[in-house]
Nanobody
Framework: QVQLVESGGGLVQAGGSLRLSCAAS????????MGWFRQAPGKEREFVAA????????YYADSVKGRFTISRDNAKNMLYLQMNSLKPEDTAVYYC???????????????????WGQGTQVTVSS
């Protein structure tokens, strides 16, 4: 099991950047694929990005490809999401998630995350 705590959210103008962080507890972090999801008001939670346990493979939703970068530091038990060229439609609560049972590779089940953080609010003003 792993506990996840996000930080780094806030208010930013359109075109700006933010870096989200996710601190993971426990000794299993390096074994898990990790991901970021988001949920806007009145909408379902949606996949944003995922990274394999080694960090060697990354996957992105089409809506953020080329603007967001997911990364991890297994030595520090940390997951990151660098968000550039932010748009008002990126406004949402962002969640860190761990895939304990899903291998992150081609065709993986993006909705298969097992553990979740509490979320951090990102607001992009126009």
């Amino acid at each position: 099991q792993v506990q996840l705590v996000e930080s780094g959210g806030g208010l930013v103008q359109a075109g700006g950047s933010l870096r989200l962080s996710c601190a993971a507890s426990g000794r299993t972090f390096s074994k898990y694929g990790m991901g970021w999801f988001r949920q806007a008001p009145g909408k379902e939670r949606e996949f944003v990005a995922a990274i394999s346990s080694s960090g060697g493979s990354t996957y992105y939703a089409d809506s953020v490809k080329g603007r967001f970068t997911i990364s991890r530091d297994n030595a520090k038990n940390m997951l990151y999401l660098q968000m550039n060229s932010l748009k008002p439609e990126d406004t949402a609560v962002y969640y860190c998630a761990a895939y304990a049972r899903t291998y992150i590779g081609p065709g993986f089940d993006r909705r298969g995350a097992d553990y979740w953080g509490q979320g951090t609010q990102v607001t992009v003003s126009s």
